[in-house]
C-alpha cells in the first residue's frame, strides 16, 4: 500500500511564501513597481533639476562678488597706487582671516607679499582668469587641516604684480552634499512607499478578486445558486459583482427553464414509451404464432434500446444541471474500483481478456479518500469498463487503476487521485478524443456495435459534476481514460496516517 | 392484494390499476395527495404506490403524515425525478422502495410482491433458507444441493441468498443491482444475466431440475421445480 499511499497531504491554509508569490506575480503589484519607477525617475530629475540649478545660482553669486570687488580694488589702485592697494589687501585679509574672502597679491615670480593665504594655488588660471582650487587650513586652528574649495579670479598689476581675490566656497559643497542626500533618502522613500503600498493594494485587490474567483469555482462545480458578496459601496468591484450576479440569475433562471423542460420530455414521453413497452411485453404473454412471437420479440428490444438510450440522455442532463451534489459523501475509490471491475469481470472472462484491479485488495480500505457521488461514480467506471470491454479483442488485457498524487498547480499544491480504466483494444485517435464526448458520437460508422453514444458524455458530466479532470491517452497500445479527482480533505489530524 | 395507487396522471393510474387487477389485486386510485391521505388512512391496504408530485399534497408529505400516525403499511414511491438524493429523501421520509418512471409493470409488480413479502409476519430473522433440494446457511456460510456441498464466491453468495430470500417471486435485474452490489445505476449490457448464468453453472448444471428461471422481460425467480 505504501506505493499507493499519497504523500504528506497539503498544508489547509495557503503557506506564507505562496501567498507571497501569489502576490508578485499579481497584476496590480506589476502596475504598482512600474508606478514607483516612474515616481522615482521624476524625483529623481526634479532633485536633480534643484540642484543644478542652485550650484549654478550660487557659483554665479559668487564670481559677480568676486568681479564686483575685483572692480573696486583696480578702482583703489588706480587711485591710491600700489600701496594704497597692498593696505586695503591687508585690511580685508585681516577682516577675514576664516571667512569667505580669499586675497593674496604677489609678485611676477607668486611669490606672497601680503594676503590670507600661504601660497599661490598651483592650479592654472582659465582662459578668463578664474582659478578653482583647493584652500588648505586656514587662521583658524580648528579647521586647519581641512582642505576645501576655493574660486578665485587674478587681476594683473603693472610690473608683473598680480592679485588673487576669491572666495571660499566650502558652502556651496555642503550644499550639493545635502542635496545629493536629499535626494537619495528621497528616492528610497518614494520606492519604499510605493511597494508598501503596492503590496498593501495588491492584497485587497486580490482578497477581492478571489471573493469572485472562489464564487465561479463553486458555481462551476455546480452550485448555481452562488452569489458574489456586495458592499454596497458602488464603487468598480460592487459594480462588476452586481452584474455578474445578474448575469448568474439570468443563467440559472435559463438552467432552469431547460431543466424544466427535461423534466417535462421525461414526463410526456417516458410515460407513452414505457406503456408501449408493457403493453408490447403483455401481447408476447399471448399465445401468438412462432413468427409473430419473433417479431414482437425485436420490437420488446426495440422499445427497450429507445427507453435506454432515453434514460441516459435524461440522466446526463440532470447530472450536468449539477443538482445531484446533494448525494455526496466521503468514499474510497479502491473500494468503488473493485466493485465495479467484480461486477464487470465475467463479461471479460468471457471474451478471455485479463482484467487486472491496482492497488490489488481493498479490504479494510485504502486510505485514499475522495467526495463524491458513489452511484454516479460507479456508473462513470461502469461506463468505461464496459466501453473498454467492448471495444478489446478478445485475449486483450484491461486494467483499472486508482493512483493518489500530489500534483502542483497553480502554485498551490493540489492532492488528486486518478482512476484510469486503459485497455489493449485499437484506441482512439487524438483528433477524434474530443468528439467522443459529444452526445450520439460513435467512431464506429456503421454502428454495428450495441450502444447509443452517450456512455462518455455521461462519463464528462459525471467528471463535471466532481470539477475533476477527464482525459483520454494513448495507452499504446489501446485507451487510457482517466478520471483526475480532487481527493477529499482528511478528517482531524492530517499527520495520523495509516500505515 | 389491496393496493391504492395515488397518482395524478390518470392515464397511469388506470394503465397500473388494470394491470394490478389482471394479477388478482383490488385497487383504489386517488388522484391527488389529499385525497389519497383520506384513502390511506380509513382503509386497510396492503401497499401504497405513490407518486412523488401530486396536486394538493406532494407525495412525501403523505407519506410523513401516514408514518407519523404509526401507519407502517409498506410504501413504493414513484418518481420521475429518479435521481439518488431524491432516492434518498424518499426513503428517509418513510418510503420502502423507490421506483423511477418510467418503468415496465413487470418491474413494478415485482417489487410490490417484494415489499409485501418483507411485511408479512415471520420476525425472527431467518438464517436458513431451503428451495426444493438446494439448501443455504447464512451462519456456516454453506451451499449445498441433494447434499452436495456447492462453493460459491461472496458475491454469488449473496446473489443466491436475495434469490432465496425470494424464492417463487419474480426479481428484476435492477432490483439484483440494487440489493446485491448495493449500487444504484444503469448498466448499459446486461451485466447482471453473466452473473447469473455463472451462478446457474455452479447450482443448476449438473441436475435435471434447474431451479433459476428466467422471466422474460422481467428477471430472473428461483423457484421449485
Not at chain 1, 515616481?39 to 554665479?60: D, E
Not at chain 1, 448575469?247 to 435559463?254: C, F, N, S, V
Not at chain 1, 480500505?365 to 478489446?392: E, P, V
Not at chain 2, 387487477?21 to 386497510?44: F, I, K, P, S, Y
Amino acid at each position: 500500500m505504501a506505493d499507493t499511499a499519497p504523500g504528506m497531504p497539503p498544508p489547509m491554509g495557503q503557506s506564507g511564501p505562496a501567498r507571497a508569490r501569489e502576490i508578485l506575480a499579481s497584476s496590480t503589484f506589476r502596475l504598482v513597481l512600474l508606478y514607483a519607477l516612474l515616481m522615482g525617475g521624476s524625483v529623481l530629475i526634479l532633485l536633480g533639476f534643484i540642484y543644478w540649478s542652485t550650484a549654478v545660482y550660487i557659483t554665479r553669486q559668487t564670481d559677480a562678488t568676486i568681479e564686483a570687488e575685483i572692480k573696486g580694488l583696480a578702482e583703489q589702485y588706480r587711485r591710491r597706487g600700489l600701496s594704497g592697494l597692498i593696505s586695503l589687501v591687508a585690511e580685508r585679509s585681516a577682516r577675514t582671516p576664516t571667512g569667505a574672502g580669499v586675497y593674496l597679491l604677489a609678485d611676477a615670480d607668486y611669490r606672497p607679499l601680503v594676503g590670507n593665504i600661504d601660497a599661490w594655488p598651483t592650479a592654472e588660471p582659465d582662459r578668463d582668469g578664474w582659478i578653482d582650487f583647493r584652500l588648505r587650513g586656514s587662521a583658524d586652528a580648528a579647521d586647519r587641516d581641512d582642505e576645501h574649495a576655493a574660486r578665485a579670479k587674478v587681476f594683473q598689476l603693472t610690473g608683473g604684480l598680480r592679485l588673487l581675490v576669491g572666495r571660499d566656497v566650502r558652502d556651496l559643497g555642503a550644499i550639493s552634499v545635502l542635496i545629493r542626500e536629499a535626494l537619495g533618502w528621497g528616492l528610497a522613500f518614494t520606492v519604499a512607499l510605493a511597494l508598501a503600498g503596492g503590496w498593501l493594494m495588491s492584497a485587497g485587490i486580490k482578497r477581492r478578486i478571489e471573493t469572485v474567483n472562489q464564487v465561479g469555482r463553486e458555481i462551476m462545480e455546480g452550485d448555481l445558486s452562488r452569489r458574489i458578496p456586495t458592499d454596497g459601496s458602488g464603487d468598480e468591484f460592487d459594480q462588476l459583482a452586481v452584474n455578474l450576479n445578474l448575469m448568474l440569475a439570468r443563467i440559472e433562471t435559463l438552467m432552469a427553464s431547460v431543466r424544466q423542460v427535461s423534466d417535462n420530455i421525461a414526463h410526456d414521453l417516458r410515460t407513452p414509451l414505457s406503456r408501449l413497452h408493457t403493453k408490447l411485453s403483455q401481447l408476447r404473454d399471448l399465445d401468438l404464432g412462432k413468427d409473430a412471437a419473433a417479431g414482437m420479440d425485436e420490437a420488446i428490444a426495440d422499445a427497450e434500446e429507445l427507453l435506454a438510450a432515453f434514460n441516459a440522455l435524461l440522466r446526463i442532463a440532470r447530472v450536468e444541471s449539477g443538482s445531484r451534489r446533494a448525494a455526496f459523501a466521503d468514499l474510497d475509490p479502491v473500494v468503488l474500483l473493485h466493485d465495479v471491475a467484480e461486477l464487470y469481470e465475467p463479461l471479460a472472462a468471457d471474451k478471455g481478456q485479463r482484467l487486472e484491479v491496482s492497488p490489488a485488495g481493498p479490504d479494510g480500505g485504502s486510505g485514499l479518500r475522495l467526495h463524491g457521488d458513489r452511484d454516479l461514480l460507479f456508473q462513470a467506471l461502469a461506463n468505461l469498463l464496459d466501453n473498454a470491454i467492448k471495444y478489446t479483442a478478445p485475449g486483450g488485457d484491461i486494467r483499472v487503476a486508482a493512483r493518489a498524487r500530489d500534483g502542483a498547480r497553480s502554485g498551490t499544491v493540489k492532492a488528486t487521485i486518478a482512476l484510469s480504466v486503459s485497455d489493449s483494444g485499437p484506441g482512439i485517435p487524438p483528433e477524434l478524443r474530443d468528439k467522443v464526448l459529444q452526445r450520439f458520437y460513435r467512431i464506429d460508422a456503421s454502428r454495428s456495435e450495441p450502444g447509443h453514444g452517450l456512455g462518455l458524455s455521461l462519463v464528462q458530466a459525471v467528471a463535471q459534476l466532481h470539477g475533476a479532470e477527464l482525459e483520454l491517452a494513448d495507452a499504446a497500445p489501446g485507451l487510457q481514460v482517466t478520471l483526475r479527482l480532487r481527493a477529499a480533505p482528511p478528517h482531524g489530524n492530517q499527520h495520523q496516517r495509516r500505515e | 392484494m389491496r393496493v391504492l395507487i395515488i397518482e395524478d396522471d390518470a392515464q397511469l393510474a388506470a394503465y397500473l390499476g388494470k394491470a394490478l387487477r389482471e394479477v388478482g389485486a383490488t385497487v383504489d386510485h386517488a388522484a391527488d395527495g389529499r385525497e389519497g391521505l383520506l384513502l390511506a388512512a380509513g382503509n386497510d391496504y396492503d401497499v401504497l404506490v405513490v407518486d412523488r408530485m401530486l396536486p394538493s399534497l406532494d407525495g412525501l408529505a403523505v407519506l410523513r403524515t401516514l408514518r407519523a400516525s404509526d401507519d407502517k403499511t409498506p410504501v413504493l414511491i414513484l418518481s420521475a425525478l429518479g435521481e439518488v438524493d431524491d432516492r434518498v429523501e424518499g426513503l428517509r421520509a418513510g418510503g420502502d422502495d423507490y421506483l423511477v418512471k418510467p418503468f415496465a409493470f413487470s418491474e413494478l409488480h415485482a417489487r410490490i410482491e417484494a415489499l409485501l413479502r418483507r411485511a408479512s409476519p415471520g420476525d425472527q430473522p431467518q438464517t436458513h433458507f431451503k428451495v426444493g433440494d438446494l439448501e443455504l446457511d447464512l451462519l456456516t456460510r454453506e451451499v449445498t444441493r441433494a447434499s452436495k456441498k456447492i462453493s460459491l464466491q461472496p458475491r454469488e453468495f449473496r446473489l443466491l441468498e436475495y434469490l432465496m430470500r425470494h424464492a417463487g417471486q419474480v426479481v428484476t435485474r435492477t432490483m439484483l443491482l440494487e440489493h446485491v452490489w448495493d449500487y444504484h445505476f444503469d448498466p448499459q449490457t446486461n451485466v447482471i444475466d453473466v452473473h447469473i448464468s455463472r451462478l446457474r453453472g455452479k447450482i443448476d448444471r449438473d441436475f435435471d431440475q434447474p431451479l433459476v428461471h428466467t422471466v422474460r422481460g422481467a428477471g430472473y425467480v428461483l423457484r421449485e421445480p
